[in-house]
């Protein structure tokens, strides 16, 4: 059984440039978030999908962000015309349906994409 | 605004000791807490609590849920240098919603 895979795992990249990120689930894990965390703080909720589904998306998630699950199974987090403040670990997680009535379900996390914006 | 604050954030220890990481909570229609411990990389999933499971155990580290107080608490006993590493607690919360609010984490050191 793998785990949540993410790809690239690091990403320079020159300010107001495009980059892409990819998050490949735990097989048939239904449901699938990005998050976002820089030093000293824990990871912050962007936007999470029930198969191909985006379901909720935080303030956070500005213009410049998208995401995309087009088949219900991997996922894209594209930023365009990055800026210094994107700088930071971009996390994905999946979650398999356990309980729908109190939603608790367990989130697993993958290795992150650490981007960096000179 | 939900908030989840870990205290302290960081804590040296000598191999051998016991600790006690703390976390409190202030959010909208709580749901489950969870604990994470992150080395280098990716978080991985330690204890869920929720109000019929308050209390879990796995080998040297244990977790108790106080809904009261509207805290939790992660132990660890007979720390080993493998033990260091940020733990992390998040809370499910709100109606419906589906991402885990985080707190700032709580960086462990054990030194021989």
């Known amino acids: 059984d793998t785990g949540v895979s993410q790809d690239p795992r690091h990403k320079i990249t020159k300010r107001g440039q495009n980059v892409t990120f990819r998050c490949d689930p735990i097989s048939e894990h239904n449901r699938l978030y990005w998050y976002r965390q820089t030093l000293g703080q824990g990871p912050e909720f962007l936007t999470y999908?029930?198969?191909?589904?985006?379901?909720?998306k935080s303030r956070l998630l500005s213009d410049r962000f998208s995401a995309e699950r087009p088949k219900g199974s991997f996922s894209t987090l594209e930023i365009q015309r990055t800026e210094q403040g994107d700088s930071a670990m971009y996390l994905c997680a999946s979650s398999p349906i356990t309980d729908r009535v109190i939603s608790t379900d367990t989130q697993y996390f993958g290795p992150g994409t650490r981007l960096t914006v000179l | 605004e939900d908030k989840v604050v870990q205290s302290p954030l960081s804590l040296v220890v000598h191999e051998g000791d016991t600790v006690t990481l703390n976390c409190s909570y202030e959010?909208?229609?709580?749901?489950?807490l969870l604990w994470y411990k992150q080395e280098k990389k990716a978080p991985t999933f330690l204890f869920m609590l929720?109000?019929?499971?308050i209390e879990k155990k796995s080998g040297r580290l244990s977790s108790i849920l106080d809904k009261k107080e509207l805290s939790s608490i992660l132990n660890i006993t007979a720390t080993q240098t493998g033990d260091s590493a940020i733990y992390l607690c998040?809370?499910?919360?709100?109606?419906?919603?589906?991402?885990?609010?985080f707190g700032k984490g709580t960086k462990l050191s054990v030194i021989p």
């Open positions: 999908f029930q198969n191909e589904a985006q379901l909720e």
């Open positions: 998040a809370v499910y919360s709100g109606a419906g919603s589906y991402q885990l609010t």
């Open positions: 959010v909208t229609n709580f749901r489950s």
């Open positions: 929720t109000s019929s499971g």
